[in-house]
């Protein structure tokens, strides 16, 4: 695996994680606005329970995810902190644990995008030199 891929793992993370959570407000909305009716207590069970039963599975999920998210966050914070360069660990920790965009890395960093594409490929340049070009485990 490439060091890019390897520092970008935690995306696909972080975007099932903010579905999960989507599911998970939806689902409790629906389990706060609850009112008991008279179909609910017919058999195959209740509606709201369900709902409840579904929102601790997604509960569940979103921790692990999280869990597994703070744990790919700080393997990549370790290897980050390798570099020498300051502005090239504030571009390569924005995108790759923040997973802010381009344009909000430049924003906040008040660099322009060009230069902020250019810190980044340094970045990964030097990582790469700083670990000895080794083949990027998961």
């Known amino acids: 695996m490439e060091l890019k891929q390897w520092?970008?793992?935690?995306?696909?993370?972080?975007?099932?994680?903010?579905?999960?959570?989507?599911?998970?407000?939806?689902i409790g909305s629906v389990i706060s606005n609850?009112?008991?009716?008279e179909i609910d207590a017919a058999p195959g069970g209740n509606s709201s329970e369900m709902n409840f039963i579904r929102?601790?599975?997604l509960k569940k999920e979103v921790d692990e995810l999280q869990?597994?998210?703070?744990?790919?966050d700080r393997e990549v914070d370790k290897v980050l902190k390798l570099l020498k360069n300051?502005?090239?660990?504030?571009?390569?920790?924005?995108r790759y644990i923040?997973?802010?965009?381009?344009?909000?890395?430049s924003e906040a960093s008040k660099y322009s995008e060009q230069h902020t594409y250019r810190l980044h490929k340094d970045g990964i340049e030097h990582l790469d030199q700083i670990t000895g070009f080794r083949d990027w485990e998961v």
């Open 55 to 57: 929102w601790s599975e």
């Open 86 to 94: 300051p502005n090239e660990y504030v571009v390569l920790y924005s």
């Open 34 to 37: 609850y009112e008991p009716r």
């Open 7 to 26: 520092l970008n793992r935690g995306y696909e993370i972080s975007k099932k994680l903010a579905v999960k959570k989507g599911h998970m407000e939806t």
């Open 98 to 105: 923040r997973r802010l965009s381009w344009q909000e890395i």
């Open 67 to 72: 869990f597994k998210l703070l744990k790919i």
